[in-house]
C-alpha cells in the first residue's frame, strides 16, 4: 500500500512553468509501482498525462503534453515529478499522481490545481 501527496500546483501565465511533486509513503517501495500523472479538467473525464516505469527507464506521453512535460522520479526521495513548460489554458485541470502494481491504477493523490491564464 502507498500513501501519495501532491504538491507544487498554483496559478501561472500562458507561456510559464510548473513542476508538480508526488511524495509516496507506505510499506511497500516507491520502485515496485508504475507512476502517473492524470488531470482533469471541468466538465471532462480523467485522463492521463503521463506514465512512468518502475526504473524511470520508460516514459510515455498524452499527444497533448509531448515536448512540454518531463516526467520522473527520485528513489532515493520517493518522490514523482512532472515538469510542465510551456503551459496553455487548456492545461488547467486538477493534476493527480497514481501508483499501479498492475493493470489498474489502484492508489491516487488528493490532487493538485494548476490553473493557466490567458
Known amino acids: 500500500q502507498v500513501q501519495l501527496v501532491e504538491s507544487g500546483g498554483g496559478l501561472v501565465q500562458a507561456g510559464g512553468s510548473l513542476r508538480l511533486s508526488c511524495a509516496a509513503s507506505g510499506r511497500t517501495l516507491f520502485s515496485s509501482y508504475y507512476m502517473g500523472w492524470f488531470r482533469q479538467a471541468p466538465g471532462k473525464e480523467r485522463e492521463i498525462v503521463a506514465e512512468?516505469?518502475?526504473?524511470?527507464?520508460?516514459?510515455t506521453y498524452a499527444n497533448s503534453v509531448k515536448g512540454r512535460f518531463t516526467i520522473s522520479r527520485d528513489a532515493a526521495k520517493n518522490t514523482l515529478y512532472l515538469q510542465m513548460n510551456g503551459l496553455i489554458p487548456e492545461d488547467t485541470a486538477v493534476y493527480y499522481c497514481?501508483?499501479?502494481?498492475?493493470?489498474?491504477?489502484?492508489?491516487w493523490g488528493q490532487g493538485t490545481q494548476v490553473t493557466v491564464s490567458s
Open positions: 497514481a501508483a499501479r502494481q498492475s493493470v489498474s491504477w489502484t492508489y
Open positions: 512512468i516505469s518502475r526504473g524511470g527507464g520508460s516514459r
